[in-house]
């Protein structure tokens, strides 16, 4: 992993995470190219950010659980060849209903150059510090569809409270939203505004003698809808 890059979860304690494309649980449905570990990446300063937006989420009874930070270019890549591929309908209800695949890139959902590869954009949601239950937001990560839009109808008003809520503390703390995704935000002010980067998100990072060590994570806890590690 490069300087200036880290695991987020070292500079956020407290935080969840469910880093999706290392999963099976992503709308290719197998982990993509580039994600080697199930841990979430991102700059220093998005975690200099996010642990305000951590603070000020637990004054309302929140926690957050991160589902994307960095994004290699190369898993951009493989989502791009993904799509050129016959349909198989293997996740397509659960993630892409209403369009075709092609579709995904042509309505805003996926692109080529994404901003997530410059390491300052997350994908994230709220849970409830009491229970551990995902706050409910009316659809959820990569649904790509008309209901993930901000101010999208078909929602609760619960649901679009919690979205608002969301966005009202990550807009106060220095982040931008995105129309179509409710779970998407970029720092405004991030360090690599040009800067699409490829090295692979891995559960190793080199010490400063040039060895590494490898992360083992102590998963002591799972919440039932983001299967998330509790670090």
Known sequence: MIEDFVFVDELVPGIRWDAKYATWDNFTGKPVDGYLANRI???RALCVALERVRTEAASLGFGLLLWDGYRPQRAVDCFLRWSKQPEDGRTKLRHYPNIDRAAMFESGYVAAKSGHSRGSTVDLTLYHLAT???APMGGR???MDSVSR???HGITRVEAGNRQCLRSVMEACGFGSYDCEWWHY???DEPYPDTYFD???TGHRA???GGSHAYRPRIENRIRAGNA???
Do not use: I, N, Q, R
Request: glycine letters at 16%.
């Open 186 to 188: 970029t720092l405004k």
């Open 141 to 143: 990560h990569d649904l």
């Open 132 to 134: 551990g239950e995902l």
């Open 150 to 152: 901000h101010g999208a």
């Open 199 to 201: 090295f692979p998100s």
């Open 41 to 43: 990446v991102g700059t």
């Open 207 to 209: 010490d400063g003698d």
């Open 229 to 231: 590690a509790l670090p």
